[in-house]
């Protein structure tokens, strides 16, 4: 059981490049989301997933794309990169069950120059 | 949910208890305290929750007071190990998964 794992752990991209953030999850869980955390602040929710095929936005989603297509995966797609998403960016998932955890996965260092 | 407010830093010598306050007075009857840690750059770690009893697993206890309106998280005998940010979060249960992350409470273990 890896739990949330996610790829690549470190990233360096020219403005304008595009790129995937690839995240995977071994525990059945329907709920999956992707953070980005800014250096001394905390995370903030770019994207959601309640179960396959559905996804929805959070507070920061400008920028990025998501899709669902399997439980297991969630990838985050990053179209025109910025400065602006130089962050570290972190994938979590959890169970849809009352009071369910959430399971974080050891982030991607995006550098965009 | 619920907006939370945590002291930015606190220092605690290994081996005694550390005591983290949340305030969350604008809590709702449905929602519960969550609390997460961050360890140096790792992704947030699940610690404890509760809805208004007091809670204790392997890692920590929780204590809510009676009004709800603001709780302590305790690591009963603090190491080195447990040098992280901690954030406390509340949210209602089955439903809406999101977590809303505030600065949290940086906390460090002094040997």
């Known amino acids: 059981n890896a739990g949330v794992t996610q790829t690549p752990k470190f990233q360096v991209l020219k403005t304008g490049q595009s790129m995937t953030l690839q995240c995977a999850q071994d525990?059945?869980?329907?709920?999956m989301s992707w953070y980005r955390q800014d250096p001394g602040m905390g995370l903030r929710l770019i994207h959601y997933?309640?179960?396959?095929?559905?996804?929805d936005q959070g507070e920061v989603p400008n920028g990025y794309n998501v899709s669902r297509s399997t439980t297991e995966d969630f990838p985050l797609r990053l179209l025109s990169a910025a400065p602006s998403q130089t962050s570290v960016y972190f994938c979590?998932?959890?169970?849809?069950?009352?009071?369910?955890?959430?399971?974080f996965g050891p982030g991607t260092r995006l550098t965009v120059l | 949910d619920a907006k939370t407010t945590q002291p930015p830093s606190m220092d605690c010598a290994e081996g005694r208890a550390a005591n983290l306050p949340c305030n969350h007075s604008?809590?709702?009857?449905?929602?519960?305290v969550y609390w997460y840690r961050q360890i140096h750059s790792q992704g947030p770690q699940y610690i404890i929750h509760?809805?208004?009893n007091n809670e204790t697993n392997e890692m920590a206890s929780l204590i809510i007071t009676e009004d709800r309106k603001s709780s302590t998280l305790i690591l009963p005998h603090a190491t080195l190990r447990d040098t992280a940010v901690y954030y406390c979060?509340?949210?209602?249960?089955?439903?809406?998964?999101?977590?809303?992350f505030g600065t949290g409470t940086r906390l460090t273990i002094i040997p």
């Open positions: 525990m059945n869980h329907e709920y």
């Open positions: 509760g809805l208004k």
């Open positions: 604008t809590i709702s009857g449905n929602e519960y």
């Open positions: 979590a998932s959890g169970a849809r069950t009352s009071t369910d955890t959430q399971y």
């Open positions: 997933s309640v179960g396959a095929g559905i996804t």
């Open positions: 979060i509340v949210r209602v249960d089955f439903g809406n998964e999101k977590l809303t």
